[in-house]
């Protein structure tokens, strides 16, 4: 279980600044190009748990950039490369300080505000009468503010958005756009999978042109929650909770075990056995979502791979 990459300590050439954030860890090479690392760290709560889980990384990188290939017709996207399972490099953007989030479902943080007796969600309403994981008439956006690492991301309208200058209106008329655009394609590619694309997050930044671009992770189990389509109707119908996809999983086993990431609250020990568990369930999500076999990667020494496959792009690159 020791066999996880939880942090990265590269100096490559060029190298400007790293940014850490609570899974992906981003290195900026010559003010125009960023290398993306994604690590096995597992966040919930946006709290970022002690123990890394084998192969998530690799898991989170390759849904990623299969996911921005499948929609690039839609959405100019950040990529240029993946030189390693864990890694994609491409363009330096300035990002959005908030995160797109639309959901077609009343579940998770939505379904929770929903029970704590809350009716509006980012300024949105939500209808009386639902029980969890019912359908929204249509999807709903509801905007987070992007946090730093270890803070938590917050709930907030667009109305704030625009009135505090975080966005201008004219791009987050874009913003919506592509968010609806991308949501669209992705529960079309879930559906192909027999799998329903339930809530999920996009994050959008500005290249050097001002160029806004598709950037970070898309439809990924820890940006997306995914229900299987088969049954949904009968779970609904029974009041039975729905089989999902997502790392909702995780949740609930802190939940279970007293932890929500509130102040005062102790992250319960996780085992190696169940740490194989959240494993072995990454790569079902994996399997699942992309309809791919998943092929594991050599955990020998995952920095050392890591630095030799991004050292031969940059070379390669910088050769062009």
Known sequence: MNQTITETNFNFPGQKNVYKGKVREVYTIKNNMLVMIATDRLSAFDVVMPKGIPYKGQILNQIATKMMKATEDLVPNWLLATPDPNVAIGHLCTPFK?????????????????????????????????????????????????AEMGDHDEDISREDI????????????????????????????????????????????????????????????????????????????????QKQL??????????????????????????????????????????????????????TDINARIEHNVLKYLSLKSKD
Not at 260 to 270: A, N, Y
Request: net charge negative.
């Open 246 to 299: 997502s790392k909702e999983f995780v949740r609930q086993w802190l939940i279970k075990n007293d932890f929500q990431g509130l102040t005062g609250q102790t992250i319960p020990f996780m085992s190696d056995e169940y740490i194989e568990t959240v494993s072995n369930r990454y790569i079902e999500l994996f399997e699942n979502i992309t309809g791919d076999d998943f092929e594991k990667s050599d955990l």
């Open 162 to 241: 625009l009135a505090r200058g975080i966005v201008s209106e004219e791009d987050y008329r874009v913003l919506e756009d592509y968010t609806r655009k991308l949501f669209q394609r992705g529960s079309e590619i879930a559906a192909a999978q027999g799998l329903i694309l339930v809530d999920t997050k996009y994050e959008f930044g500005k290249t050097a042109d001002g160029t806004i671009v598709l950037i970070d992770e898309i439809h990924t189990p820890d940006s997306s929650r995914y229900f299987y389509a088969d049954g949904y109707e009968e779970r609904q119908l029974k009041g039975e909770p």
């Open 98 to 146: 908030v995160e797109m989030v639309i959901r077609a479902y009343m579940s998770g943080h939505a379904a929770r505000e929903y029970k704590a007796g809350r009716r509006i969600l980012c300024g949105v309403p939500m209808p009386d009468g639902m029980i969890e994981n019912d359908a929204f008439e249509f999807p709903i956006i509801t905007p987070a503010t992007k």
